[in-house]
């Protein structure tokens, strides 16, 4: 199943894609797609569902993150070996593992919103994983249980935040508001068999920055959820950002940096496409 929330924001209802990637409606069997109706009980009620009986959202509504109000929004760093290359550090011997500020979650085609301050707007097309079942010190054979799913994500960064100002905490430059797209939508575990078999790209106004796979990950996913697993409790909900493959801004010679006006597009093997412009905040945003 494909898991869709449409709508204005913070007033996003529920949907599944039916097979002409139309939305049908799922608030009545559903409030909405936060951590305890992403488990398997829920998601399997919906899977016996006939969407021909569901109401068909008429339009083109906005989509907002496939996920409502996770607890955890985590990130791991440098998990691509030509990534960790490009920005001249050592592939790591263990996950490294950061924290992005749940509230900078937003919509797949939100503006990226460019924060006071900003010299180096960078993005990064990253598959994340949705958590649907409760996970402590748990086994890499065991990890696939405790998904819901999958989701193309842009870990938006701001690379002066990020390093410049004190690097060991790179939290400061991946947390400001519009950071986290996520979506389109929430693919579900049976849609993505083997989620280290996902090709991804990223465009910036046209112009191919980024190619990759998930198969040249360093970390798996398996190896991520049962990692995290061990060292905190992973919540139904929690979304995990998994890790960009090279073509950063960061990683260009000269370094070239996103702006105002600026077109975001990225994709993602069976997670859809995002695209997103770049804005400077002001007052209100």
Same mark, same amino acid.
């Given at each position: ?30 409030? =909405? ?48 070996? =030509? ?7 050592? *592939? ?38 949705? *958590? ?22 842009? =870990? ?6 990020? *390093? ?38 990223? =465009? ?35 979304? *995990? ?45």
């Amino acid at each position: 199943m494909k898991l869709v929330r449409y709508g204005q924001p913070g007033k996003e209802k529920p949907g599944l894609l039916d097979e002409d990637g139309k939305i049908r409606d799922v608030s009545t069997i559903v409030p =909405d797609f936060t951590g305890e109706y992403l488990g398997d009980k829920f998601l399997q009620k919906l899977a016996r569902t006939r969407l021909s009986r569901l109401p068909l959202v008429r339009g083109r509504p906005r989509l907002g993150a496939p996920v409502a109000r996770p607890i955890n929004y985590i990130g791991i760093g440098l998990n691509y070996g =030509d990534h960790a290359a490009e920005a001249g550090l050592p *592939i790591p011997k263990e996950p490294i593992v950061f924290f992005k500020a749940a509230n900078s979650i937003s919509g797949p085609h939100d503006p990226i919103i460019e924060p006071k301050g900003s010299e180096k707007l960078d993005w990064e097309v990253e598959l994340a994983i949705v *958590i649907g079942a409760r996970a402590h010190y748990i086994s890499e054979r065991a990890a696939f249980d405790h998904v819901a799913g999958y989701c193309l994500a842009n =870990d938006v960064s701001e690379r002066s935040f990020q *390093i410049d100002r004190g690097g060991s905490q790179w939290g400061k430059g991946k947390g400001a508001p519009s950071f986290g797209p996520l979506g389109p939508w929430l693919a579900t575990r049976d849609e993505v068999p083997n989620p280290q078999r996902i090709n991804l790209w990223l =465009d910036v106004n046209g112009e191919r920055r980024q190619t990759g796979s998930t198969k040249t990950m360093i970390f798996n996913v398996r190896k991520l959820v049962s990692y995290l697993s061990h060292f905190m409790v992973l919540e139904p909900g929690d979304v *995990i950002v998994t890790g960009t493959p090279p073509g950063v801004g960061m990683g260009m010679k000269p370094p070239v940096w996103l702006k105002p006006g600026d077109i975001v597009t990225l994709g993602g093997e069976g997670l859809g496409e995002q695209r997103a412009e770049v804005i400077a905040w002001r007052r209100g945003l």
